[in-house]
């Protein structure tokens, strides 16, 4: 007989499962030891910090964006005093990050199109910050929970490679996950996956060799790919 679990949405045993597994990878993340605990707290809530830092991340490792992100936005903690920055100033900065000259003609796009559209301000709707240079669906959903607060789920690899190992979804791609995530999981709890698993891939959820012995939902999970 199949030992294979019913799937989410609804049924109330898929409901019991993502409230067990959300339970212990909160556990998990307040433990703050991953990189993307000190990437958050780097980035305070704020809006501009989120962007900032979410640009500079794109294929590039948290261990390396979190100085960079450090370092310009002591210079540059908004968009007037980035716009103010010359080219090589900014990529001087910004040099440790991969892609820097594109992710510097970006930034500097950004802070002109904060100016001339949205009034100094980083926009709280997804359209908005669909339209601005460099950012994509998963930088615009890192701003919109962690800078605003709003229900919204950024998918990035792990979150992607995580979600699927766990069962909570059956997606090829990461475009489709999003989509996938929002039909399984509750509303309210959108903003704190992508902490949470993040978190989880940078420690243990490791692409190639998961540490399955150390996984706090290790009881929860389909595959337990290390085993
Ligand atoms: S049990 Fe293993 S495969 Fe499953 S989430 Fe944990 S580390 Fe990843």
Redesign the pocket.
């Known amino acids: 007989m199949s030992t294979k679990r019913s799937r989410p949405p609804c049924s109330p045993p898929a409901r019991q499962l993502q409230r067990a597994i959300a339970r212990c990878l909160a556990d998990s993340f307040a433990e703050g030891d991953a990189p993307v605990n000190r990437l958050m707290t780097l980035q305070r809530n704020v809006p501009f910090a989120v962007l900032v830092s979410a640009l500079l991340s794109a294929r590039t490792r948290d261990q390396v964006t979190i100085p960079v992100a450090t370092a310009l936005l002591d210079v540059a903690p908004d968009p007037s005093a980035l716009r103010a920055m010359s080219p090589a100033a900014l990529e001087s900065i910004i040099r440790p990050c991969g892609f820097y000259r594109d992710k510097a003609r970006h930034l500097l796009a950004l802070a002109h199109r904060l100016q001339s559209d949205f009034e100094d301000r980083v926009p709280d709707r997804i359209e908005d910050l669909l339209s601005l240079p460099g950012i994509g669906r998963k930088t615009a959903n890192l701003v919109l929970s962690l800078g605003y607060g709003q229900p919204a789920i950024s998918v990035d690899i792990h979150v992607h490679r ?1 979600s699927n ?2 069962g909570l979804v059956e997606t090829q791609r990461p475009e489709q996950t999003e989509q996938a995530l929002q039909r399984v999981l509750p509303r309210r709890t959108w903003s704190f996956w992508n902490p949470w698993l993040v978190a ?1 891939g940078q420690r ?2 490791l692409p190639r060799q ?3 012995d150390a ?1 706090p ?2 009881k929860y ?1 389909e ?4 085993r």
């Not at 595959?223 to 290390?226: A, D, P, S, T, V």
């Open positions: 995580i190992r766990l989880l243990i959820c998961p540490r399955c996984c939902v290790k999970c595959k337990k790919l290390g």
